[in-house]
């Protein structure tokens, strides 16, 4: 019973005395770190890719735990589900939004754009930007060096082997946008996605007039200004010599996807249509 | 006009000789006089290991490639035959063919391709290989076949121990330096030529200096590593020597056995897994000098080398850290 | 022994083919185009529109800003457009374009070939002169020279170093200006002297062109405050800092100017140039391009208009060889290859490198196997290896501790990888998205 | 009504349950308790046994800590839960020497050790203070299993490289065995490395590398 | 001399992270980096040496006095936890710079097996209070070399291109295992 | 969950209470696993000293504890009715691969060894454990070797001269048992010889077989020092 006792009196003169310590200390007992910044780290997908545009998925979470309300707060790679959670984690309400994802605005497979010359440096479309033009005689175009594909922390995007052009894979795309930063040549862009996945956009950023351009590449935007004309929603306008398609104010209707005479226009994921058309190469390609 | 496409490359738009490829066949070539040494003293023995350890190094490179480095196929570097060849140099000739295929295992697989292949591992390969088979296997790691003259018949040879083993096994019973040197049965002159007992490609030292001075030549290696670890270990045996030479081997026995030479020459001078400027390789090597002698003459191990370049390596990225190269400019603050 | 900077080099084969070949000047081509941008720092502004008539030497685009200069007509024609035109860059820029009629020259300019040795004319003179007659550094840099000549306040200048050390391999074109132009390159070396106020010239050259160091030393004596100083040949030598560090044993601070070390350092061809720009009132249109390569059948010197094609040049050089895989504006260590043959010629063209498809693509790339010789190599005495990784990875900020923006891309550590690592690429990327970095933290 | 959130309970806890053996293993993915699953994981009883010893401790103190959770001042809380770990570490700590002597030996220092076990802590953070007595129970069962999964899996593994036998039994002297009782067959060394500190880290890197490709 | 084989011994012979196996998670989660790992070093070095002699003053004359040696491990562990708080606290008072270089990784301390398994260790092995406080300075100095190489490595590889699967701890720990290995090469040194 | 309010009292009434409570638990637990802790030690010791001396589970032992080298070495002499049947003794040798290394060694009353086992050693696991009768029965070969005969000689693995075979490829770890193993009968010939007193003896215990259960008889630990791990 002794032993009872001497552990009794022990470890209790201890832990009184501790405590006691501990109150004086008490403010700084534990890293002091609100636990509900785990929980929200918990709810985020993990994958650090940094498109929330903070320091990684931890980065994120604090910031979520510190704001009042998660205005401007958006992880697109969990996409508005994550959010909702995060927002149930903290009793907030999340910020919808309409689901996006990337796009390659470039048509110029190689079929389509003739190499001029031979690339023959580090296989990274930053290099290659730096040194010049690309190998084709499109300045504008699509490198193919992948460098969008080594950002994507998806697995989201590859490079086509036939076409050399990068392909986004539908399901994987979480429209982080890291692919968009890193291209040097600004051709990829973050489109709402659409009613069932389905986008019509110009698939060229070329800037050079028509005559240059189409000699170039057979399915560059040649500025012909048709699909303006075409469209009857006001949605495309006619820039720098290449035309750009406002996916606020599109509708689908695919009427400037008919007009168009090189097949700049890509349309996604529609069906089939009933009456022959010439261009529907085109949408092969990303198909 | 233009009949070829252009080429558009960066600058410079011209390039200097040396290749990987070169580089690694010349230290092949380097290790052939030791290799015929290592044929002339055991015989079919030393092919057979040799063959072994190449083979099974090149097999694993090109598996491992296939794991893990998707796409391009780069393994005729010949960095994979180096690594065979120096741990089929760092183990007895009498080695079981499946311990050969472990340690080659170990080497590519662990210590190399695990880190992404050529250039990436920070040890040595072959050496971790070697010394995973030393730890795994010590009863066949350390049975080391007598040497015999051009004995090319596959007779179990019989097994003898090392100098360097003899000696510490003797002092370890309390006899004195000078005795267990006289009961040895090798002279200075056999651990010159590769006369004694040991791993297979470190018993000459003439063949290993000879590969040395070829790779030296051929601007391969630099002399910091070589001389640094060879001049610490000659130095600090000497002061030990110096002391009492009667508990404490001459610097000439340590210099001439064991894996010193193969080790200083070779191993050590591995340049990925070594420092990259002069005075880091300095301290690297005296650090491995240190090291050997520390457990030569007082740890368990009667051969310290390996162990020593294996910790060295570790410290490798410390070294780069600490000793950079005099950066143009630096001397004026702005 | 020689004076040479004592850290890093290569010594490339030199295959200096056109040594020695007396400077040429070829028929005037149809047709010129004329970038804008043809210097560092803003590009100039057209002052001329389609139909214009315009001669040699004429005013066609205004300088851009302090760090800019002016452009000029280096033929008489008539304009036909202004357009966007292939040029050294890879990219397609604004150029103006010449159809060429006749060969007619401002009055101004004095056509005359005797030489002026008369410096009599004040400071401000020769910077407008020099800022009139739109010259550039024509060492490679096309810096506006200008500039260089205005010293900062507060600084002195105790050396103007003349660089003549032309150490890439191939070109000869500042070589043979030196044999057939020393005079005239001494009288613009000291106006240039007399401009930012140096008590000193220093000439290096390198001791592969003996008989240029003869004939520049020997016209030296007729001057004052100039010396001729022979180096050993080390690429590169040419670098500005290097050639300081050679030539007097200063070392310019990181991210600092020769002029922190109370130098500044011209080219030979530039000394040329505002020898004629001042005393003859000759803008910069014209300026010698070295034309050589292995398979080139004459390998020569020539005096080209700016705005020429480079295929002219090659022909006159004996044409295309059949097997050319690379065409390089500049020399092979730090030139640009051309991604077509049509770019014209402009104030920093110094040679066009013809080398054949054998020796046009990169050694096979292996891994880095950490030999050092990059870093062994690198006159900068950065470690090449770990910038290239680093700007894999994208660490910026340890790119910046590690200097990487002192590297004076000279391509030494790429030259001599064994595993055949386009390093520079990577450490030009990284510099690139520094700068971007660094100067988005700025504004 | 009532059945369905029964059953979605059920499912939660059947959620929780099994998080820890693949998706937060707390070794091979969490990374937490390394030193016991590098320490003691010699061999698959070994491991196994240190495995259920931290289990009993998970359990125990998550199911107290569970309990007790509301009466304990925010600011101590942590000595709190550190005291409760620690009297049921000393609780296994003094049964196991009791009624397993050979297996305490076996795991000597490491047994006190389960006090600092990042994971035990952590749980009780992280779960128990949170959640209801049952699910802090069935979380702990699920953690601590996972746990010993881990060790076990580790343990085997070392075992089988290291002295070609798994829970004691020599594999190659027990097929002969089998063969021929009679046999005098003993069997030859395994790659020591393997039963030495560095196979422990091998073991474990490549154990995670394959954990990561399953689970996925 | 003794003093010193303990120190080696505990250093390069039985490296408390390479031989024993304590303190591996913050050998695993604070060697980033050689800066960090050298402040979590001399965190561990100070508190280590602290935690020893507290514990072993407590276990001897508190625990053993009153015949309840079964208690110590729950007495340790408090006396660890506040312990680290203490000097947490006192530190930020009287130095700031020294509790700015180490303050962050004070609170991992408490849990790090390292720092409870030597003030266990040194009453296993019966060592009196001098001895017990050589063998914690000289482990915790394994700890923080054992760090600072394995922080370097790491550095080192972080830049090269490591296969996918191996990327972060599976290639720390190869390192780690490679490393242990080589440290074998010191044992009978003591 | 609403966090609690946190005062100087409740706190340190929380801590009281719950070390209390746990002090009180753990007191318990300790007195009911006390005796088996006890009985697990006793046991082991018994055992081991069965190994060398068969029957010693059923006798009586006498401890005694010599000081050598500053090392603790235990004579376990067991009497079965008063009568010795053999003694056995917790010898060292500090030689072995990994240090020290504990053999007993049992010796019957004419001085032949009875048989002899590793009790702690660090050496390689397959290779200096070897000398463990648990994995292998290289130690069978001192099985009743006549030690005496080489009164003025010391035990040599063959390698030395001696006779005994060493284990392959761990002749240190062999010499260390052997060593262990004269350093046994050294101290057994001493103790025999009542005369030769030099040695400091410490302490005398006895352990009886039928007293076991319910005495507390305080054994000293022959496993002092610990097996640190592995
Ligand atoms: C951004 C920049 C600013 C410079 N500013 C000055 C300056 O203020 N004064 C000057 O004399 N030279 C200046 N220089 C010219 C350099 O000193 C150097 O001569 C020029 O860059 C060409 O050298 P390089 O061919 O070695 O690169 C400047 C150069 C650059 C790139
Ligand atoms: C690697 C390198 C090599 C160079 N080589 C030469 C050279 O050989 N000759 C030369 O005149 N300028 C060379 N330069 C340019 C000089 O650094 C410097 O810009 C020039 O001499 C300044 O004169 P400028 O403004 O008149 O061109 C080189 C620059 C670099 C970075
Ligand atoms: C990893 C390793 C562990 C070893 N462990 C032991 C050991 O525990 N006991 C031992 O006697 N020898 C051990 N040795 C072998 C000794 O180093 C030495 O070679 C051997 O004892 C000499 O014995 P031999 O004369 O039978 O060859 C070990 C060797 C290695 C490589
Ligand atoms: C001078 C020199 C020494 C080398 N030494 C070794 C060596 O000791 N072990 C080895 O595996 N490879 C060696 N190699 C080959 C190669 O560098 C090595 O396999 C790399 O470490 C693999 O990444 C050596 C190569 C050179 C050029
Ligand atoms: S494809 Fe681009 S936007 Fe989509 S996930 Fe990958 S990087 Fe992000
Ligand atoms: S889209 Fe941009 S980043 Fe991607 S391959 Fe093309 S050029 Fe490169
Ligand atoms: S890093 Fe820059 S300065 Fe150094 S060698 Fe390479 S290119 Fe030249
Ligand atoms: S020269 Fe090439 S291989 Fe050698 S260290 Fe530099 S980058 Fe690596
Ligand atoms: S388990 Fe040992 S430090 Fe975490």
Redesign the pocket.
């Given at each position: 019973m002794d032993i009872i006792l001497n552990t009794l009196i022990t470890l209790s003169a201890l832990g009184v005395v501790l405590a006691v310590i501990l109150f004086v200390v008490a403010q700084k007992f534990k890293v002091i770190e609100d636990p509900k910044i785990d929980e929200v780290e918990a709810c985020t997908p993990g994958a650090n890719?940094g498109?929330c545009g903070l320091p990684g998925c931890r980065g994120f979470a604090e910031a979520c735990v510190k704001a009042e309300t998660l205005e401007g707060l958006y992880c697109?790679?969990g996409g508005n589900e994550v959010m909702k959670e995060i927002a149930d984690v903290l009793g907030l309400t999340a910020e919808e939004k309409e689901p996006?994802?990337?796009v390659v605005r470039c048509n110029g497979s190689h079929d389509k754009r003739r190499k001029t010359t031979t690339y023959d440096s580090a296989l990274s479309c930053a290099v290659s930007a730096t040194l010049f033009g690309g190998d084709t005689d499109c300045q504008y175009g699509c490198l193919g060096l992948g460098d969008?594909?080594e950002?994507?922390?998806?697995?989201?995007?590859y490079i086509d082997e036939e076409s050399g052009l990068?392909i986004?894979?539908e399901d994987?795309?979480?429209?982080?946008?890291?692919?968009?930063t890193?291209c040097p040549k600004d051709i990829?862009e973050?489109r709402n996605k659409g009613k069932k996945s389905r986008r019509i956009y110009v698939s060229c950023v070329n800037h050079d007039k028509g005559a240059p351009a189409k000699r170039a590449c057979d399915s560059a935007c040649i500025a012909c200004n048709k699909c303006v004309k075409a469209c009857p929603f006001d949605a495309i306008v006619v820039e720098n010599f290449c035309a750009y398609i406002d996916y606020e104010k599109c509708k689908l209707c695919r009427k400037c996807v008919e007009v168009c005479p090189t097949g700049a226009i890509l349309e996604l994921n529609f069906p089939p249509r009933k009456v022959k058309v010439e261009n529907t190469e085109t949408s092969e390609i990303e198909n | 006009m233009a009949i070829n496409k252009l080429t558009v490359s960066m600058s410079p738009h011209d390039y200097g000789k040396y290749s990987v490829k070169k580089i690694m066949s010349g230290v092949v070539l380097a290790m052939i006089p030791a290799l015929l040494v290592s044929v002339y003293y055991f015989g079919f023995d030393a092919i057979r290991v040799n063959l072994i350890a190449i083979a099974s190094c090149v097999f694993f490179e090109w598996l491992f490639q296939k794991i893990f480095i998707k796409g391009k196929l780069t393994i005729n570097d010949g960095s994979a035959v180096v690594t065979g060849m120096l741990l089929a140099f760092n183990v007895p000739s009498n080695l079981p063919w499946w311990i050969i295929v472990i340690g080659a295992l170990v080497a590519i697989g662990i210590a190399k391709m695990t880190f992404g292949g050529l250039g990436n591992n920070p040890f040595n390969p072959a050496l971790v290989g070697r010394v995973f088979l030393l730890i795994s296997f010590p009863v066949q790691m350390t049975s080391w076949p007598k040497v015999s003259v051009l004995n090319f018949a596959m007779t179990d040879a019989q097994t003898g121990a090392t100098p360097l083993a003899i000696v510490k096994e003797g002092l370890k019973n309390g006899e004195s330096y000078s005795s267990i040197m006289n009961s040895m049965p090798h002279e200075y002159v056999d651990m010159l030529m590769g006369n004694i007992g040991g791993s297979l490609g470190e018993i000459s030292a003439v063949a290993l200096i000879l590969g040395g001075l070829f790779m030296l030549f051929r601007k391969i290696i630099t002399w910091h590593i070589p001389v640094s670890i060879i001049g610490t270990v000659a130095i600090f045996t000497a002061i030990l020597y110096g002391i009492n030479p009667e508990t404490y081997a001459s610097p000439v026995f340590h210099l001439l056995t064991g894996g010193l030479m193969l080790g200083a020459i070779f191993m050590a001078t591995d340049m990925v897994t070594s420092p990259m400027t002069g005075k880091g390789m300095l301290v690297y090597g005296v650090g491995i000098g240190v090291i050997t002698v520390l457990i030569r003459v007082w740890g368990a191990y009667p051969e310290g080398v390996s162990f020593a370049i294996l910790i060295m390596n570790a410290v490798v990225p410390l070294i780069n850290n600490w000793l950079k190269p005099k950066r143009f400019g630096e001397t004026i603050k702005k | 022994m020689l004076k040479t900077f004592p850290k890093g080099g290569v010594h490339p084969k030199e295959n200096k083919f056109s040594a020695g070949k007396p400077i040429e000047t070829i028929e005037l081509p149809k047709q010129v185009s004329i970038p804008i941008a043809q210097h560092i720092g803003a590009p100039a502004e057209a002052v001329v529109k389609k139909g214009d008539q315009v001669k040699v030497g004429q005013l066609i685009a205004k300088s851009g800003g302090f760090v800019s200069t002016n452009i000029h007509s280096s033929v008489s024609g008539t304009v036909l457009k202004i357009d966007n035109v292939l040029d050294t860059s890879g990219y397609k820029k604004t150029c103006i374009i010449i159809d060429v009629e006749g060969d007619e020259w401002l009055d101004s300019i004095d056509k005359s070939t005797e030489l002026n040795t008369n410096i009599d004319i004040s400071v401000d003179e020769i910077r407008n002169k020099v800022l009139d007659s739109g010259i550039v550094g024509l060492g490679g840099a096309t810096f506006p020279t200008h500039v260089k000549l205005s010293v900062p306040l507060g600084k002195t200048c105790e050396y103007l170093i003349i660089n003549a050390v032309e150490c890439e391999p191939y070109l000869t074109a500042d070589h043979q200006l030196m044999l057939e132009k020393a005079d005239e390159i001494m009288v613009g070396s000291q106006l240039m002297q007399k401009a930012i106020g140096a008590n000193k010239i220093l000439i290096g050259i390198e001791n592969n062109k003996p008989d240029a160091i003869k004939i520049m030393s020997e016209v030296a004596k007729k001057y004052e405050n100039i010396e001729v100083s022979p180096l050993k040949v080390m690429y590169p030598q040419g670098g500005e800092k290097q050639l300081i560090k050679a030539l007097i044993n200063r070392e310019v601070p990181s991210g600092g100017l020769p002029i922190n070390v109370g130098c500044v350092v011209q080219n030979v061809g530039t000394a040329f140039a505002i020898y004629e720009a001042v005393q003859k009132n000759k803008p910069l249109f014209e300026r010698v391009v070295t034309v050589t390569g292995t398979s080139l059948s004459k390998p020569c010197n020539i005096l080209t208009r700016i705005g020429t094609s480079t295929i002219e040049l090659i022909e006159a050089a004996g044409g295309l060889p059949e097997d050319t895989g690379k065409v390089v504006s500049g020399g092979p260590m730090m030139g640009k290859a051309l991604s077509a043959i049509t770019v014209p010629v402009t104030k920093g063209t110094s040679g066009v490198l013809i080398i054949p498809a054998k020796k046009s693509s990169r050694p096979k790339t292996y891994n880095c196997i950490r030999c050092g010789r990059c870093m062994n190599v690198c006159p900068m005495g950065l470690e090449p290896y770990k910038l290239k990784n680093m700007c894999v990875v994208k660490m910026h900020e340890e790119l910046q501790a590690e200097r990487i923006l002192d590297c004076i891309e000279c391509g030494s550590c790429a030259y001599t990888c064994p595993a055949g690592i386009p390093l520079l690429d990577y450490i030009r990327l990284g510099k690139a998205n520094l700068n971007k970095i660094l100067r988005s933290k700025k504004s | 009504m009532l059945n369905q959130m029964k059953e979605e309970t059920i499912m939660n806890n059947l959620k929780n349950f099994t998080k820890g053996f693949f998706r937060e293993n707390p070794v091979f993915i969490l990374l937490l308790g390394l030193c016991p699953t590098l320490g003691v994981t010699t061999s698959a009883i070994n491991g196994l046994a240190m495995g259920l010893a931290t289990t009993f401790v998970l359990i125990g103190s998550n199911v107290v800590i569970a309990l007790i959770k509301g009466l304990i001042p925010d600011k101590v809380r942590i000595p709190s839960f550190i005291v409760v770990i620690a009297s049921f570490v000393t609780i296994i700590d003094l049964v196991m020497s009791a009624y397993v002597p050979a297996l305490y030996e076996s795991l000597g220092l490491f047994i006190p050790l389960i006090v600092v076990n990042c994971i035990v802590l952590g749980r009780a953070e992280a779960f128990a203070s949170k959640n209801t007595v049952f699910s802090s129970l069935i979380d702990g069962l699920g953690m601590g299993l996972g746990f010993a999964f881990a060790l076990t899996l580790l343990g085997g593994l070392r075992e089988i490289l290291g002295s070609i036998a798994i829970f004691n039994w020599k594999i190659f002297e027990g097929i002969a065995r089998l063969i021929n009782p009679a046999t005098d067959y003993t069997q030859p060394d395994g790659i020591l490395v393997f039963v030495l500190a560095p196979g422990a880290f091998f073991g474990l890197a490549y154990l995670i590398v394959l954990m990561k490709k399953i689970s996925k | 001399m003794e003093y010193i084989l303990i120190i080696i011994g505990a250093i390069f012979v039985n490296n408390i992270v390479l031989a024993q196996f304590l303190g591996i998670c913050p050998f695993l989660g604070v060697s980033g980096k050689v800066k960090t790992a050298v402040g979590m070093g001399g965190a561990v070095l100070f508190v280590m040496t602290l935690a020893t002699i507290v514990t072993w003053l407590i276990y001897t004359y508190i625990l053993s006095k009153f015949g309840i040696e079964y208690m110590r491990t729950i007495a340790f562990i408090l006396v660890i936890a506040s312990l680290v708080q203490m000097v947490e606290i006192i530190l930020k008072k009287i130095s700031p710079s020294l509790y700015q270089a180490l303050g962050v990784f004070l609170p991992l301390i408490t849990t790090n097996c390292a720092i409870l398994g030597v003030a266990i260790l040194v009453i296993d092995k019966d060592f009196n209070l001098t001895y017990s406080v050589v063998y914690a300075v000289g482990t915790a100095l394994g700890f923080l070399l054992a760090l600072v190489i394995f922080a370097g490595l790491r550095e080192h590889i972080e830049k090269l291109p490591i296969p996918k699967a191996m990327q972060g701890i599976p290639a720390a720990l190869v390192m780690a295992g490679i490393l242990a290995l080589a440290f074998m090469g010191f044992s009978g040194l003591v | 969950m609403a966090k609690k309010e946190s005062t100087f009292l409740n706190m340190t009434l929380t801590l009281f209470i719950i070390t209390a409570v746990a002090a009180v638990a753990l007191g318990y637990v300790y007195n009911i696993t006390k005796e088996p802790i006890q009985k697990a030690k006793d046991k082991k010791l018994k055992t081991a000293i069965n190994i060398v001396v068969p029957g010693a589970d059923k006798g009586t032992i006498e401890i005694e504890t010599v000081k050598i080298e500053g090392k603790d070495l235990f004579i376990y002499t067991v009497s079965i009715d008063d009568k010795i049947i053999g003694t056995a003794i917790n010898s060292f040798s500090n030689n072995g691969f990994g240090g020290l290394v504990r053999v007993m060694v049992g010796f019957d009353e004419n001085g032949k060894i009875i048989d002899s086992d590793v009790l702690e050693h660090k050496e390689t696991p397959g290779l200096g454990d070897k000398s463990s009768k648990s994995v292998s029965n290289w130690n069978e070969q001192f099985k009743k070797m006549d030690i005496s005969i080489m009164k003025d000689k010391t035990l040599k693995v063959s390698k030395d001269g001696g006779e005994v075979d060493a284990i392959t490829a761990a002749t240190i770890t062999s010499r260390a048992y052997c060593d262990a193993i004269q350093r046994a009968w050294t101290v057994y010939v001493e103790t025999i010889d009542d005369n030769s007193q030099q040695k400091e003896t410490t302490e005398t215990e006895i352990i009886e077989e039928n007293t076991l259960e319910t005495k507390t008889v305080d054994i000293v630990e022959p496993n002092e020092g610990g097996n640190d791990n592995e």
């Open positions: 890719c498109g697109p790679a996006q994802i990337a969008c594909v950002v994507c922390t998806f697995d989201a995007i990068p986004v894979d994987k795309c979480t429209a982080c946008g890291a692919c968009v890193a990829i973050l | - | - | - | - | -």
